[in-house]
T-cell receptor, first 112, second 111 residues
């Protein structure tokens, strides 16, 4: 199994809503990532978890809250988002001894 | 700091044409280098990689060679197909557990 699975694929939420994005992998990877991608731009790193601990937070606003409940799961909790947060949110994972990352298909988020 | 620069797109070619997408990098040490591909409406797929100087990564007819002397990792394919139409990202893995992407090159192939 070389897949990173993200749910949901599409999400529309209001600015007062609370929602969560989910990511799952069963490759035994101990590093997991959240990226944000705007249209026609490269992915931008948001968070990195290493061995279930948050190791990098790229100065992301607190309305985005990551969580890593176990080595296979990664969540991104969303609250009070703005329309400019609309984007494709990508999850990725990698093995600590390898450098390549495997990406999920992404969640396309629209904030209305 | 570490950075990746790739050629501006879009690139439009006819089917069976030769493809080159240029990529150069700036980094300390010896980073791993990658090409990722993103098809419309999808996530990123790893296309190929190289982890040390003079390594050649290859997959699905695409190739790229890690050139330390020119700090380059150009993507090539001898004969492109319509199905190769996508956005291609050159990337490097920095020692800080970060993947740094280039700006992406949109490739369109005409039948």
């Amino acid at each position: 199994d070389t897949e990173v699975t993200q749910t949901p694929k599409h999400l529309v939420m209001g600015m007062t809503n609370k929602k969560s994005l989910k990511c799952e992998q069963h490759m035994g990877h101990r590093a997991m990532y959240w990226y944000k991608q705007k249209a026609k731009k490269p992915p931008e790193l948001m968070f990195v978890y290493s061995y279930e601990k948050l190791s990098i937070n790229e100065s992301v606003p607190s309305r985005f809250s990551p969580e890593c409940p176990n080595s296979s799961l990664l969540n991104l909790h969303l609250h009070a988002l703005q329309p400019e947060d609309s984007a494709l949110y990508l999850c990725a994972s990698s093995h600590p001894l390898n450098t390549e990352a495997f990406f999920g298909q992404g969640t396309r988020l629209t904030v209305v | 700091g570490n950075s990746v620069t790739q050629m501006e797109g879009p690139v439009t070619l006819s089917e069976e044409a030769f493809l080159t997408i240029n990529c150069t990098y700036t980094a300390t040490g010896y980073p791993s280098l990658f090409w990722y591909v993103q098809y419309p409406g999808e996530g990123l797929q790893l296309l190929l990689k190289a982890t040390k100087a003079d390594d050649k990564g290859s997959n699905k007819g695409f190739e790229a060679t890690y050139r330390k002397e020119t700090t380059s990792f150009h993507l090539e394919k001898g004969s492109v197909q319509v199905s190769d139409s996508a956005v291609y990202f050159c990337a490097l893995y920095s020692s800080a557990s970060k993947i740094i992407f280039g700006s992406g090159t949109r490739l369109s192939i005409r039948p």
